[in-house]
């Protein structure tokens, strides 16, 4: 994370996404291989999906099949997703519907997947999930915390606002390195809320993505030393988003709501996806890239739902937005 | 917090992982039970078992994992509390494997899927295309009505199968059917409808879904949609399904009027339609899109606006659609109009009226096989039209860019957003070379439709987008922006007769 971001690759534009021609044959090991494959690639820049010849099925979804090394409770985690679900870190996005599909035929079949035939797709887009900084508008942020405040999750049960509330509290903490109160706030947060990836940590990894679009990257390092000890009391496929979060990675959600912020023209639009991914993950994400953007600029802060604790001191305070 | 008039049971699930979404809408759906208190279903961290503790949903001697899912009701009595775990357990529909692996059950044949349920009806058929009279005929052996929505399907076998189909006295709605809703269940493409007094017998999926709409708008529901395939009316099929669906919708006590939507069929399968339709017993409309109006035993449509406005007026609900006259000054722009559609028979309906016109344009059914090969049907995934959209600001002889959008079940979840972004590239780029560049759009859908009509509606107006009441009036905006005979009022509702 302290090293330096190089500057982020487009993800998907309208011509990446959606337009290829036709489903892959089949590999030699029975498992179909899909046309175009966009991919984040593992350390060494490794394929993914070659990294085990027996995956084993841990879930199957609409949108995303969820996979794991050998192993009880193995912590290596590949997610295939759908193109409009979007890459996640360690994970692979078939922008072929058809693709998928057939993956997801596959996966319900059999206990375990050997991927390794993937080698063969037509075409393997690698896509750097690191986060660099971002040219931030205060005004972007203002916007998107009015948005969050307008939420309308209220009444509904197991509340994520409550959790949204501490992202303040968590921004400011790490932005005057407080590692005692940094500490506590993550203690409220990990593993805290509804969700299979619980509210709380998705508020986290939102504040982890908002210090780096601000390049406040010492407070990051701040907020590591204070989740790190406390990802065991998570469920594993958050564990890994938090993982890549503290590594500087972050899904291609968190890349479109970072983006965001360059313009405040752009957040409504980002939003209202936001608002699809998940339950409430989307909604939590933006609370954590919102205030912990607004914690780093100045800007608002401490308004609306979740007020800020006092003022960072200015001496302690890395301000790297714009 | 435990209440004395109440219990708690608790259930986990080890290791065992669902979406976010799933969980929330179990927990919504117990919750509503008569009986239960609360209801938790959360992963078990510690963070969610000291909340759910702080509110007495469990007891102190758990011992779970964070990996393990764990559920937690408390409700009035045992027998509440155990009845609302097991339709949780339900809920999550697994066969739990030997590794832990989560499966749910589908049936993927049509004898696993009597088997599993042998009161079912109807099957659905989206196999390739070379696969599908297999399948379909299996299904029609076993006495189900089929929905046939592969395409691809030969011609030979498409009449064999709905002859099979029709001795049996069983719907084959399709090959290549889009839209269906029948008793009530939509299939495919659909929106969300009340249940009203027009039966619609279609060959064109989009082009019932438009009429459907506009009847909406107007307050008249559906007792059915019968989608028959986009050949039924061809002299090879010689209307087989139709004249079955026919059949059907008149003895339907719910079906008040008629509707069949279809392009101009071959001459004599025409007159011999129009003919049944006449001896129906029930009011019909004919929506024969590009074909002439005319008001004879069966009203006879063009567009199908002009079907939904005369069949509003059969059931003497007016429908209204608003006038929108261009800006009295307009910047010089190229003079024609490209129309970019999802939907095939829009498209041929925006073609007819922009013909009617004298506009210069075309028009493009981007759900046609050429462009659908291999990939999602531009309903479904939006990002190829709005790649077209995008690439049509650097169109020098274009001026006006012509859209439908399309909601519903099977549509995509914003089809709006895709297309806005698209909007700003195409004008930016336009406006970067000098150019004036409009984009007109209607969109069809429902209130009820889970996109949001009027949110997609303001999605594209924010964005600069015109966005009229029906496709026809849509065309006929564009038509007007290129200099073409301007609309200076909207249909008027039809008399009713």
């Known amino acids: 994370m302290d090293q330096e971001a190089p500057e982020r690759r487009p993800i998907r534009t309208l011509s990446s996404g959606g337009h290829h021609a036709s489903l892959g044959g089949v590999g030699t090991n029975g498992a179909p291989v899909p046309t175009h494959v966009t991919v984040h690639l593992g350390p060494a820049g490794a394929l993914p999906w070659s990294i085990h010849t027996a995956w084993r099925v841990v879930h199957v979804g609409q949108s995303a099949v969820v996979l794991s090394g050998p192993g009880d409770g193995s912590d290596d985690l590949f997610v295939v997703t759908t193109g409009a679900r979007g890459l996640v870190p360690g994970g692979a996005s078939l922008p072929v519907r058809a693709d998928f599909d057939a993956l997801r035929a596959l996966a319900r079949r059999d206990g375990t997947l050997d991927l390794t035939g993937w080698d063969a797709a037509t075409a393997v887009h690698p896509v750097d999930l690191r986060l660099g900084t971002v040219a931030v508008d205060r005004r972007a942020v203002d916007a998107m915390l009015a948005g969050l405040a307008m939420d309308e999750t209220a009444g509904v049960l197991m509340d994520p606002r409550p959790l949204r509330a501490l992202a303040p509290a968590l921004a400011h903490a790490v932005l005057a390195f407080d590692d005692a109160a940094s500490a506590g706030v993550a203690a409220q947060l990990i593993g805290a809320g509804p969700g299979a990836t619980p509210a709380g940590d998705d508020v986290v990894v939102g504040v982890a993505a908002g210090l780096l679009a601000c390049g406040a990257v010492d407070a990051a390092a701040t907020l590591r030393a204070a989740v790190r000890p406390l990802l065991e009391r998570t469920a594993r496929a958050s564990r890994h988003d938090l993982r890549a979060a503290l590594a500087g990675e972050f899904s291609e959600h968190a890349h479109l709501l970072v983006g965001a912020l360059r313009h405040p023209g752009l957040v409504a639009a980002a939003l209202r996806r936001a608002r699809a991914w998940g339950a409430t993950s989307g909604f939590d994400l933006a609370a954590g890239v919102a205030w912990s953007t607004a914690a780093a600029s100045g800007t608002r802060g401490g308004a609306g739902a979740g007020a800020s604790p006092e003022p960072v001191p200015s001496h302690a305070r890395e301000r790297r937005c714009a | ?497």
């Open chain 2, 1 to 497: 917090m435990n209440s004395p008039d109440s219990v708690l049971v608790v259930r986990v699930f080890p290791r065992l992982y669902r979406d976010s979404v799933t969980l929330m809408a179990l927990a919504s759906e117990i919750q509503k039970r008569d009986g239960v208190r609360s209801v938790g279903a959360m992963m078990a961290t510690p963070a969610n078992l000291e909340i759910l503790g702080r509110s007495g949903m469990v007891p102190e001697d758990l011992t779970t994992a964070p990996d393990d899912l764990l559920i937690t009701v408390r409700a009035v009595d045992p027998p509440t509390a155990e009845a609302a775990l097991a339709s949780a357990e339900e809920g999550l529909t697994v066969v739990e494997q030997a590794s832990g692996t989560a499966e749910r059950v589908r049936p993927a044949t049509v004898s696993e899927g009597l088997a599993a349920d042998p009161a079912v009806t109807i099957a659905a058929v989206s196999t390739p295309g070379v696969h599908a009279p297999v399948v379909v005929e299996q299904a029609l052996r076993a006495g189900l009505h089929v929905f046939c929505f592969s395409d691809n399907v030969s011609v030979d076998d498409e009449v064999r199968l709905k002859d099979l189909a029709a001795d049996r006295g069983l719907l084959l709605m399709g090959p290549d059917c889009g839209t269906a809703v029948v008793d009530g269940v939509p299939l495919g493409f659909a929106n969300v409808l009340s249940a009203g007094p027009v039966a619609i017998v279609a060959a064109s999926g989009t082009g019932a879904q438009e009429v459907s709409c506009l009847l909406d708008r107007a307050g008249v529901g559906v007792s059915q949609i019968v989608g028959v395939g986009g050949r039924d009316l061809s002299v090879e099929v010689g209307g087989r399904m139709t004249d079955l669906a026919l059949d059907m919708v008149a003895a339907d006590e719910a079906t008040r009027a008629v509707v069949v939507v279809s392009k101009p069929p071959a001459a004599e399968v025409a007159e011999r339609l129009l003919d049944r339709l006449a001896t129906l017993g029930k009011p019909a409309v004919a929506c024969f899109v590009g074909h002439d109006d005319a008001d004879g035993p069966v009203v006879v449509r063009g567009t199908l606006e002009g079907a939904a406005l005369a069949a509003a007026a059969l059931l003497g609900r007016p429908l209204r659609i608003e006038a929108t006259p261009p800006p009295a000054a307009l910047p010089p722009r190229a003079p024609r109009v490209l129309g970019l559609y999802t939907g095939g028979t829009l498209a041929s309906e925006a073609k007819v009226v922009l013909g009617r016109l004298g506009a210069s344009a075309e028009v493009i059914d981007l759900g046609a096989d050429e462009y659908t090969t291999g990939r999602p049907h531009p309903m479904i995934d939006p990002s190829t039209r709005a790649e077209h959209v995008a690439a049509a600001g650097a169109r020098v002889d274009v001026g006006v860019v012509l859209v439908d959008l399309v909601l519903g079940y099977g549509s995509s979840d914003d089809p709006a957003t895709p297309l806005a972004e698209a909007v700003a590239a195409a004008r930016d780029a336009a406006a970067a070379d000098g150019r004036a560049l409009d984009i007109v759009a209607s969109v069809c859908g429902t209130a009820g439709d889970h996109q949001g009509l009027q949110a997609q509606r303001e999605i594209l107006r924010s964005a600069g987008v015109h966005v009229l009441d029906t496709n026809a009036s849509a065309a006929r905006y564009a038509a007007a922006l290129v200099g073409a005979t301007a609309p200076t009022t909207a249909p008027t509702p039809e008399e009713h007769s």
